[in-house]
């Protein structure tokens, strides 16, 4: 059997990087429209107090992702107590870049398949949930890609500068390099024996080259210029905090994980698979090796125990690439088949529309019923108009044509479902649902609680930052993020012989503020129950992306005395 390697490459096309700088403002635009709009989560709001402590020279102790940190900082000196579009930054714009890797492969991917994937890259809906993420792992997948792109490109230095900064963006480095290196190992053993394309071997000074800027990369970023010196000491955790997560479990499922993949990327998946077999087939390498790195990220992902969703960032660079290798291939109509094509592509997406919708109804019509009988004949009756459709025109037309228009027909339908499910995961809709790519716990009310508060601070001494306000017994650095402006202190209990102007404590009966506080109660954090979801709760998330909510609940306690219609002396 012919190998598809050995099809001619094809020749770049006009306007290809008009398209790339298209594809990046595309992926810049989708990452920060209403960047700041969404309150941080626990897991942000960690990375971005010690962004913010390291600009107001309170030398914080940095965890494992100084790369984020430190460049963050930077923002929040420019402006003073920082701000959540801020804090988000740095992710989006690295994120973005993630648009230009394909350039730098399209050696091995070919110009169209480059191409394709960049726009992939740019509005896969948990690329863009991670970039719109504070402190996210989006870094370490953007430098290290880069970096390999660079190395790939005979630009040793670049390589290492960004190499560099992929060693000091955190724990998920090692799962990816991991992923990498036994994939490596892998073909290694698979092509062992067999004749493989001959690849000049880079030179010792180019090794050297990369390895003084990585280092110098590390020395200089890892220490913001030499002005936060522990930086250093930060990116070594990297590797202990990755290596205990294969002791301690996170308590996601494996099951979440995959079925993610099915609701999030359907279209990575469905032609993804189709190029996978096509490749192994007819002994594809570029197929078979990136089938490797695909399966091997993914089991990765689904065996560490410490796993989240976003764990599958790995998988989805490889995935993408052959979903665009595959699309590739339906590219080129003929233009006298145009008429054919485009008339197949618009029922066959009309009908996909129709199905959608009927599918919708009848998640919101009652069962049984005779509406929902209803429905359900109709969803299967459009499938099998559909599926006849198409072999009507491959019998009356030709083969080709009912293929390409079956295909792009696809595209659309699936393509619109995932910008819907890129809205829901970057937080970009009205009414914002629960989503498995989301950095924790939603925020329900902490306008509500921050507007409390300024207003209280505000009435007592004409400066809504002026009173100090004390967090008691809860453990959310989300809380001290959002009353930044405020002069917060976190203890595990009340001290008896004291009395704060404002405190904030659990939701538990306190005699002791009762006496002398006036308190009112917010709803804090809201937890989607993944775990208690029966089929039909699945069913409806993949519809609305709604799911049942436990909360958590938070009191507001202001001391008598600082209300205007108080009469009690200060203490």
Do not use: C
């Amino acid at each position: 059997m012919k190998s598809l390697d050995t099809i001619q490459p094809m020749k770049p096309f006009r306007r290809e990087t008009a398209l790339y700088l298209f594809a990046f403002v595309l992926a810049l635009a989708v990452r920060v429209i209403k960047l700041g709009a969404s309150p941080l989560t626990d897991l942000e709001a960690k990375w971005a107090l010690q962004a913010l402590g390291v600009t107001q020279g309170t030398h914080p102790v940095l965890g494992s992702q100084p790369a984020y940190v430190l460049l963050t900082s930077i923002l929040f000196f420019l402006y003073g107590s920082g701000t959540n579009f801020l804090a988000r930054l740095i992710p989006a714009l690295t994120g973005s870049a993630l648009a230009f890797v394909p350039y730098f492969f399209r050696d091995r991917l070919k110009p169209r398949p480059g191409l394709i994937l960049a726009f992939f890259l740019a509005l896969d809906p948990g690329l863009v949930a991670l970039s719109r993420q504070a402190g996210s792992p989006i870094l370490a997948v953007t430098f290290l890609l880069s970096a390999w792109g660079f190395w790939n490109q005979k630009q040793a230095r670049w390589a290492g500068v960004l190499f560099g900064l992929a060693l000091l963006s955190g724990s998920s480095l090692w799962a990816g390099l991991l992923g990498l290196g036994l994939t490596w190992t892998i073909r290694q053993g698979m092509e062992r024996g067999s004749q493989t394309e001959s690849a000049q071997r880079p030179a010792r000074s180019e090794w050297l080259s990369a390895l003084w800027s990585a280092l110098g990369t590390i020395v200089v970023v890892g220490t913001l210029f030499f002005l936060s010196p522990n930086g250093l000491s930060a990116w070594l955790s990297s590797l202990p905090d990755y290596v205990s997560g294969w002791i301690h479990a996170s308590g996601v499922s494996s099951g979440w994980m995959t079925f993610s993949l099915i609701a999030y990327q359907p279209l990575a998946v469905i032609f993804g698979v189709i190029a996978i077999a096509r490749g192994w087939w007819f002994g594809s390498r570029r197929v078979i090796r990136l089938s490797l790195w695909a399966a091997v990220s993914f089991l990765l992902a689904l065996f560490y125990p410490a796993h989240q969703v976003n764990d599958l960032v790995w998988m989805l660079i490889p995935l993408w690439s052959l979903a665009a290798l595959e699309l590739a291939r339906s590219v080129n109509i003929l233009p006298e088949e145009r008429r054919e094509v485009l008339g197949i592509i618009g029922l066959g997406a009309l009908i996909m529309i129709f199905m959608w919708l009927d599918f919708l109804a009848f998640l919101q019509t009652p069962a049984p019923s005779d509406q929902a009988t209803v429905r359900m004949w109709l969803l299967f009756g459009s499938l099998f108009l559909l599926v006849v459709s198409v072999l009507l025109v491959a019998m009356g037309w030709s083969l080709r044509s009912a293929r390409l228009g079956a295909v792009w027909g696809l595209v659309v339908a699936l393509g619109i479902y995932s910008f819907g499910a890129m809205t829901g995961a970057a937080s970009l809709r009205v009414a914002p649902g629960a989503e498995l790519w989301s950095a924790g716990d939603t925020l329900a009310e902490s306008d509500l609680l921050l507007t409390t508060v300024n207003q209280m601070s505000n009435w007592s001494e004409n400066n809504i930052n002026a009173q100090p306000v004390t967090i008691a017994g809860i453990d959310s650095p989300a809380l001290e993020w959002l009353l930044r402006g405020h002069r917060v202190s976190a203890v595990a209990s009340l001290d008896a012989t004291s009395s704060p102007p404002i405190i904030i404590t659990t939701d538990q009966n306190n005699p002791t503020l009762d006496a002398g506080y006036r308190g009112q109660s917010f709803v804090w954090r809201q937890e989607p129950l993944w775990q208690n979801a029966a089929f039909g709760d699945w069913l409806r998330w993949i519809a609305f992306h709604q799911m049942p909510q436990s909360s958590e609940t938070i009191i507001l306690w202001v001391r008598s005395d600082l209300f205007i219609d108080s009469t009690a002396p200060r203490p």
